[in-house]
């Protein structure tokens, strides 16, 4: 059970077949990765890790799924 407190993260199904957990919402997330895809070619969505807190770079067309966590 999730507490009230905690922030909800989000999980991202890459095509290397590994799974990256980060910190924010489906619908936040959701709009990072959408940002970046519009934006030039090889603009990376700036993401937060969500159990080190480590900011992470991702490449929207490497994203399979997005789903919460």
Do not use: C, F, Y
Not at 6 to 34: C, M, Y
Not at 48 to 69: F, I, K, Q, Y
């Amino acid at each position: 059970m999730r507490s009230i407190s905690e922030r909800p993260s989000t999980k991202l199904g890459l095509t290397t077949g590994t799974g990256l957990e980060v910190a924010g919402s489906v619908e936040e997330v959701e709009k990072l990765l959408q940002n970046a895809a519009r934006s030039s070619p090889g603009t990376l969505a700036w993401v937060t890790e969500a159990g080190s807190g480590d900011r992470v770079g991702v490449n929207p067309a490497h994203v399979v799924t997005v789903s919460a966590a």
